[in-house]
């Protein structure tokens, strides 16, 4: 490149970011709201566009900022350190410029795609990645560009990245099995107990028992929503609102209208929040069958179900009760994670019982016949009557039935003291500071921890269907 050349190039960049800039301080300027409705669309999709080409400038400068070594001379250790010492971008934001200014330089088509706004830096990542997947195969991807930007201009990055995946594998079979053997080593499953006792699960998992996983949550957060569902159909058209009723609806900050609770059968808290409840269906369907039927093999002689071992001072105790002791989760039939004395509590409400008789040194002296807490029969009879958990809104299935006085405490196993709860407000009224109080067959009046109240009352009998 000649000295006229490298000038000429210089005059365009400082001439092309002196129009962007007055561009852009023309649209910081514009008032939005003043904006005829009918170029709202096009205007955000030349937009979009035009972002995807400025990225594609900011990847092109990016890569010989990192090679002039400029950054250098003003004592920063690397480029992402210099720009991170001169904005407020974070060191992620930072570095990514310089990824995709690497990653630009590398596959130069797909660089050049990206300034013309053919594609996006996601689709620059997403070859990246492949790339770094497949290291045998970088060259094959470096000839096959022409097609590979084809394939990123026509697909979305997540379709594009699958595509991309097969497209290595056909390129060079044996190259692909052999990366793909060699990320094997990196696969691993880890549940490990924390010393308040919650577990901390971590991995990386191959992709056919990952694809298995997500494929199960998925079905089990469905099955979850599907007794929801199927419950608040019977109770007539909650579920599909009026379009008219929304224009009555509040509008929070962002603008978005609010769907009034009663009208609400969605459940709103995060995937991650419903992956434990779905988690915990699909636990304990594997833990039901036995191994006759297919199921798991028993260890040390229990079955992969929840033992607790409590002691009777601690079940009948008041929650919150000061000098109990607390509760023991067994592993595999061994006392071995303390819990909460209201946990201990909560998951002996629902249970089958067996009285043990430990004398002071701590051996077992005898033990009694297990019984379950709620007869099958009692316990059917409130299924019947409540349908669904009674917690207010809540269209869950019934996972556990709650005695209102505690068994422990002297409350009887009859309909007017019980009531249907699903796992995540079982949880609720037993370690969140929920008080349950009235007559389950009539109406119980729930107080949350804030104070405020609310009451709910059996399904009307007319809806039984
Ligand atoms: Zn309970
Ligand atoms: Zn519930």
Not at 108 to 114: C, Y
Not at 208 to 219: K, R, T
Not at 256 to 262: A, D, G, M
Not at 357 to 378: E, K, N, Y
């Amino acid at each position: 490149m000649s000295v006229a050349e490298v000038l000429n190039a210089d005059v365009v960049l400082a001439e092309s970011v002196a129009v962007l800039r007055a561009a852009t301080n023309a649209l910081a300027e514009l008032d939005a709201s003043e904006l005829s409705e009918a170029q709202l669309g096009d205007a955000l999709l030349d937009l979009l566009q035009v972002r995807r080409q400025v990225d594609g400038a900011l990847a092109a400068v990016g890569h010989r900022f990192v090679h002039s070594g400029a950054w250098a001379a003003d004592g920063a250790r690397d480029a992402t350190g210099w720009v991170r010492g001169r904005t407020q971008d974070g060191f992620g934001s930072a570095r990514r410029v310089f990824t995709t200014a690497g990653e630009c330089a590398v596959f130069d088509q797909m660089g050049a795609a990206l300034r013309r706004g053919e594609i996006s830096v996601k689709h620059v990542t997403v070859l990246g990645e492949v790339a770094r997947a497949f290291p045998r195969l970088q060259g094959h991807l470096k000839l096959a560009q022409p097609q590979i930007v084809t394939l990123a201009a026509e697909r979305e990055p997540a379709a594009f990245a699958r595509s991309l995946t097969a497209m290595c594998h056909r390129l060079d079979p044996i190259a692909a099995q052999e990366d793909t053997k060699a990320k094997e080593r990196d696969y691993y499953l880890r549940a490990s107990t924390l010393l308040d006792g919650a577990v901390r699960v971590d991995g990386m998992l191959p992709a056919d028992v990952g694809q298995l996983l997500i494929a199960s949550l998925e079905a089990a957060r469905r099955t979850v929503a599907q007794d929801n569902d199927a419950d608040a159909a019977k109770d007539g058209p909650t579920s599909d609102p009026d379009p008219a009723d929304r224009a009555t609806w509040e509008i929070d900050v962002f603008g978005t209208p609010i769907q009034p609770p009663e009208l609400d059968p969605i459940d709103h808290r995060l995937t991650g929040a419903r992956n434990i409840e779905a988690l915990h269906r699909i636990l304990t369907l594997a833990g039901a069958a036995t191994p006759a039927d297919g199921g798991l093999a028993s260890v040390a002689g229990t079955r992969p179900t929840i033992n607790v071992t409590v002691s009777v001072e601690t079940l009948t105790a008041a929650p919150g009760e000061a000098g109990v002791d607390c509760g023991w989760l067994d592993r595999f039939g061994v006392p071995h994670q303390p819990i909460t004395s209201d946990t201990a509590r909560r998951l002996a409400c629902d249970a089958t019982l067996r009285p043990l008789l430990i004398d002071t040194d701590g051996q077992l002296v005898a033990f009694g016949t297990a019984s379950r807490v709620i007869p099958p029969a009692m316990r059917a009879l409130v299924v019947r009557r409540d349908r669904h958990c009674r917690f207010a809104g809540c269209r869950a299935r019934i996972d556990e039935v709650h005695h209102l006085i505690y068994y422990s405490r002297g409350g009887p196993t009859r309909s007017d003291n019980l009531i249907g709860l699903c796992w995540h407000h079982h949880h609720l009224v037993h370690e969140a500071g929920w008080h349950l109080k009235g007559e389950p067959n009539h109406e119980v009046t729930g107080t949350g921890p804030d104070g405020r109240t609310w009451s709910s009352s059996p399904p009307a009998r007319s809806n039984y269907s």
